[in-house]
């Protein structure tokens, strides 16, 4: 197995092969050989670089499955960051790469097909697993709590991005007048210019006991 890539300049050529090589042998195997080529062109040298790893015949069908896995979280369903995608993103090393969108939060975020979600509020994102399973629980945690949500994302060109969305939360319960407590159902209750005590028959024994007086 072998990957190529096409650079324009010499930094990018000393840089992409380390960390595509990287990806394959975490995802495919040992890397055996690195190799690249430099063209004059109109406009400008140019590149041609490739890695070759080595793999037994029965891990084949395993990385196979394992590049295919889908998962999917608000509307999302991803991939894992594959090595092929190292020489267009020499930096990026791990990811999950958006490759359908339902309608839902993440498409309600601006997230399109192909975007790379690096991190979810400032988790990195291994691999597509787990950005389903954190970007789902912390926007569980958030719709009932309330709080912001940031997604870490690399578009089709530029540097990565952060997208954010609001969540306000489930509304806060106000206290009523009533409250139950250990002696049973007590109601606060105020009657204007209504002397209390003379309505319940306090002043019968005399101004001795009647506290307005």
């Known amino acids: 197995m072998q990957g ?9 050529a000393s840089h992409q092969p380390v960390v595509t090589g990287v990806l394959l042998k975490r995802t495919a195997g040992q890397v055996g050989a690195r190799y690249w ?5 109109p406009e400008g040298k140019k590149f041609v670089a490739f890695a070759q790893v080595g793999m037994a015949r029965n891990d084949v069908p395993k990385w196979i499955a394992r590049a295919k896995a889908e998962s999917t979280a608000l509307g999302a369903t991803a991939i894992d ?15 999950a790469v958006i490759t359908k969108l339902d309608h839902g939060p993440i498409q309600d975020l601006g997230l399109a097909e192909r975007y790379i979600v ?6 990195d994102v291994a691999d597509a697993a787990s950005f389903a399973k954190i970007v789902a629980a912390d926007y569980a945690m958030f719709s009932d709590r309330g709080g912001q949500l940031h997604l870490l994302v690399q578009t089709e060109t530029g540097d990565p991005r952060d ?5 306000a939360g489930k509304p806060v319960e106000t206290p009523t007048g ?35 007086q």
């Not at 080529?37 to 062109?41: A, K, L, N, P, V």
């Not at 159902?185 to 002043?203: K, L, Q, R």
Request: hydrophobic share 25%.
């Open 163 to 167: 997208f954010t969305t609001t969540l």
């Open 178 to 212: 009533k409250h139950n407590g250990s002696g049973g159902t007590h109601t606060s209750e105020h009657s204007n210019g209504v002397n209390i005590w003379d309505s319940m028959g306090g002043n019968r024994r005399g101004n001795r006991d009647d506290p307005t």
């Open 81 to 95: 960051f594959v090595p092929e995608l190292g020489w267009r993103f020499p930096k990026l090393d791990h990811g």
């Open 37 to 41: 080529e430099s063209y004059d062109t």
């Open 118 to 123: 690096l991190a979810v509020d400032g988790h």
């Open 4 to 12: 190529g890539w096409v650079a324009s300049s010499a930094q990018r």
